[in-house]
């Protein structure tokens, strides 16, 4: 296509008719990949007779052309743009990206952004001689916008990518710093001055922000640069040209020119003011600046913040108390600060507390957007109020006994000229900055006497009277410090229920920020709380107000406040669940519509959508125990599943899996519309989603689980094959690490723990992919998590996996390794694999199993050591479960958290004291479960370190619920062989934990329907394993009694209820 009829279809992508953009949009993508298509783009952009409506659209289209093809993602996908094409755009875009306009030199730089960062050093060698070669020609400004490119490539680079910026530093910085020198000795500079110096700045910022270039170390240079920016620094910004309007003046290129090099001088005293954070090659650097700079900075920041009753851009203020709050705890440059801290503290730093003429105006023009600068994160970085509360806190931490003081009296006496004045003449905004830094100091005031003891009284008689006052900035600031304060001891309970019942009130305010700052106050309140009836009479009053301002406005903070309520009254929240669930539903849809809409990745929309799925899980763990509420529920909740499980729902994945791990947990039944969901997990896991697969193993397991007869039968969708086809892609992926399959081999002790005896056709094929995968396998917790797979093999059908073993000729093979992995022990002598019960549990299981093959089956060889291993296994089962029970009973409620392994009991006794879980008392054992379901997910990566001597990590598993719970190994054991072997000690000192109870004291009796075999087991059975062998029968005769006693009880427990 020729450049005319390029410039014809450009021009109709602008037409107000919508199919003639169409048209041109589709033609512009139909000849996209022609050779010299790019070129002819960038003739178009720098022709300045073409339309600059045209010149945009193709400054528009170049620049997401070259984003996405100039070095594609995949590196074997075929080049789109040819390597001459290539070559024309590296030569020309440097020289056109600063002869453009600004319009167009914004999507130039993009372009220019993405070359560099494909090309440089490579492909693209000669860049740099370019740069040097204009930066002592005429085109300075063109090489320094090049070169901030170029070093901002490397900002964030560490080690070996940072090397190519030591010669770009070494080559271009003296340049730059005779460049730097010569602007900053012009008279009377233009703002074109100020655009190359700020250049010059951020082409050091990105030099040094990670380390300083060696070329910095030589002191001369250093101290070169230095007293260049301290120039900078001191010098008064020209008055002349100054923007009236705040917003363009902010953005002023010789305040911009401030801001950076403040911004700098910052970064080094952040790196190199502490002489005790260096290292040995940094520590003479810092001992210089320190000495020679760091003391100048600080005069020169004092000096500048006198100004600020002029003007200061409020980034530039921010920065500057910043440095002020670091140097507070050095002493050598609080020795500085002292003589002018008090101005600084009382003229400067607390009227930036107050409220001011601007809060004013925003209060009354966008409410909304009052909110939501007072609680965004961001906004904090960059606000002289925030900072000023840090240096305030700061300064009373770090030098209390010279500040707190006279900081207080300070505060007090505004308290007491705003209480004795008439109301025409307070100073309310006064009173708002002494209410910010009473509240700033909380933690500290409540920590110290006598400011302790007297809070209370503070809050009655200077902050209670402010939730009444006329002006509403105060009595949002009366709701925040209230909430600052809501955990003090109060002497008198009417004064918490006073401040409690303010609070409420205010949520009815008709000044949106008060209501939305009384109800993050409310959080603190309902934490504190010791009696909820104080709360329960209004809590419907409570969340009706709450819901009103959700439909307002979007903050995660709101929904925290939610959070506590359900956290705080559990079940008692059961008639609002759906209620609740309803407004967080309509609230999620509508933040996900304006974080849409925004598309700003920061955006507090997309926080508040996430804010209010995590809500929704807490109701849904809060009413656990009341299913029916589940069924209630879904028909709100499944649109949001059903979006949410595709790509759609990528920012929201984990907390949308969540839920529906709540939803067919505790569901009565699993609907067919849950079922629905399956099939987009499954996708989602094929597509993109595969970090998140312990997160989605949680809601497969139960669907396997709790709907196995669906998942059975079921053949459109065929969720059996559905399965398989992702477990065995994923465990035949060589690219993967053990680590990330790890749920794979879990769902397949689902499938044989819960589809016993119906899922032969299926034990083959995922013995296979077990096996396989097993032989390409390091890490010992993959292993033996393979070995359970096994075991669980066996436990479902022994007969049929011991065939299937020997038929792909891998039974001696696995045997050994399951063996072996049994007999591992660490250097402490602890057990080395199969730590937990449930571990224990599956091999015993799988291990007895074996056991009841006739003899044609299982050797007598292989007989013996399975009956020996499983001896073992029992005898450590046994052992850890009765340190758990016994260490539950010891710590009762205390936090333990979680597992105990067998590495943390070394007494010395010989044996192997197993421990176990240390299970939550109190707790529902469902929600416990699922709760542990849906924390197994961040527990799921094990140590690369498989000695480490913890099993922490795994510790969550222990929780879960599966068939085989209800099965004892003992019983299980004894059932397994009977009317083949019996067994009694017939040593009289036989002291093992499980025969001395018994005090057995018997010949060995053999009755069996194979005496030979078993006669021959006996004769080559160490002692040791005949005494086991004896005390499991006794035990598991005794656990028969144990089980049969509980099951009466229940059923008791059942009648009565």
Known sequence: ???????????????????????????????????????????????????????????????????????????????????????????????????????????????????????????????????????????????????????????????????????????????????????????????????????????????????????????????????????????????????????????????????????????????????????????????????????????????????????????????????????????????????????????????????????????????????????????????????????????????????????????????????????????????????????????????????????????????????????????????????????INFSDQNNFRQALQCVVSRMQDPELPVRVDSVFALRSFIEACKDLNEIRPILPRLLDEFFKLMNEVENEDLVFTLETIVDKFGEEMAPYALGLCQNLAAAFWRCMNTAEADEEADDPGALAAVGCLRAISTILESVSRLPHLFVQIEPTLLPIMRRMLTTDGQEVFEEVLEIVSYMTFFSPTISLDMWSLWPLMMEALADWAIDFFPNILVPLDNYISRGTAHFLTCKEPNYQQSLWNMISSIMSDKNMEDNDIVPAPKLIEVVFQNCRGQVDHWVEPYLRITVERLRHTEKSYVKCLFMQVIADALYYNAALTLTILQKLGVASEIFHVWFHLLQQVKKSGMRANFKREHEKKVCCLGLTSLLALPADQLPGEALGRVFRANLDLLVAYKDQVAEAAKEEEAEDDDDMDGFQTDDEDEDGNGFDKEMGVDADDGEDADTITLRKLAEQAKSFRPNDDDDDDSDDDYSDDEELQSPIDEVDPFVFFVDSIKGKLKMFCHHSRCHHVICSPYKINFPVVIQSSDPLRFENLTQTLEFNYQALANGVAQHAEQRRAEIEKEKLEKSSAASAS
Request: aromatic residues 12%; neutral net charge.
């Open 1 to 487: 296509m020729d450049l005319p009829s390029l410039a014809v279809i450009l021009q109709a992508a602008l037409s107000p008719n919508p199919d003639e953009r169409k048209a041109a949009e589709q033609s512009l993508n139909q000849f996209q990949y022609a050779p010299q298509h790019l070129v002819r783009l960038l003739q178009i952009i720098v022709d300045n007779n073409v339309d600059m409506g045209v010149r945009q659209v193709a400054s528009i289209h170049f620049k997401n052309f070259i984003a996405k093809n100039w070095s594609p993602l995949d590196s074997d996908a075929q080049q789109k743009i040819s390597q001459s094409d290539k070559d024309v755009v590296r030569d020309h875009i440097l020289v056109f990206v600063t002869q453009v306009p600004p319009l167009l030199r914004v999507q130039l730089g993009e372009c220019l952004k993405t070359v560099i960062h494909s090309d440089y050093p490579e492909q693209w060698p000669r860049l740099l001689d370019w740069v040097k070669l204009n930066l002592q020609d005429q085109q300075v400004y063109g090489a320094l916008y090049v070169l901030r490119i170029l070093s901002r490539k490397y900002e964030f680079k560490s080690d070996e990518e940072r090397i190519p910026v030591y010669r770009i530093v070494d080559e271009t910085f003296p340049h730059l710093l005779n460049i730097f020198n010569r602007l900053v000795q012009i008279v009377n500079p233009s703002l074109e001055v100020a655009d190359l110096i700020k250049l010059i700045c951020k082409i050091f910022w990105s030099s040094i922000y990670l380390e300083i270039p060696k070329l910095l170390f030589d002191q001369n240079i250093f101290n070169a640069w230095m007293m260049l920016f301290l120039n900078i620094l001191e010098r008064p910004v020209p008055s002349e040209g100054q923007p009236v309007d705040p917003d363009l003046r902010k953005s002023w290129g010789w305040w911009k020119v401030k801001k950076w090099t403040v911004h700098i001088l910052n970064r080094l005293y952040t790196r190199f003011g502490d002489l005790k954070l260096q290292n040995p090659e940094n520590r003479a650097f810092a001992q210089t600046f320190q000495k020679h700079y760091a003391g100048k900075i600080l005069e020169c920041h004092l000096n500048l913040l006198n100004v600020i009753r002029g003007y200061l851009p409020d980034r530039v203020i921010n920065l500057i108390l910043q440095y002020l709050s670091n140097s507070i705890s050095r002493n050598s440059m609080y020795t500085m600060l002292q003589p002018r801290l008090d101005v600084l503290l009382f003229e400067i730093v607390f009227p930036l507390m107050c409220f001011n003429d601007n809060d004013q105006k925003l209060w009354v023009e966008d409410p909304h957007e009052y909110v939501r600068k007072g609680y965004d994160i961001i906004e904090d970085l960059y606000s002289p109020r925030t900072a000023s509360m840090d240096f305030v806190s700061e300064l009373v931490r770090k030098r209390g006994k010279e500040n707190l003081q006279k900081f207080i009296q300070f505060i007090v006496e505004i308290f007491r000229r705003y209480d004795e004045a008439s109301a025409e003449y307070k100073p309310y905004r006064q009173k708002d900055g002494a209410l910010l830094a009473i509240g700033a100091l909380c933690d500290k005031l409540k920590q110290t006497e006598p400011y302790k003891s007297e809070l209370e009284r503070m809050l009655v008689q200077h902050v209670f009277p402010e939730f009444s006052s006329p002006v509403g900035h105060l009595r949002a600031k009366a709701a925040w410090v209230a909430g600052q304060y809501a955990h």
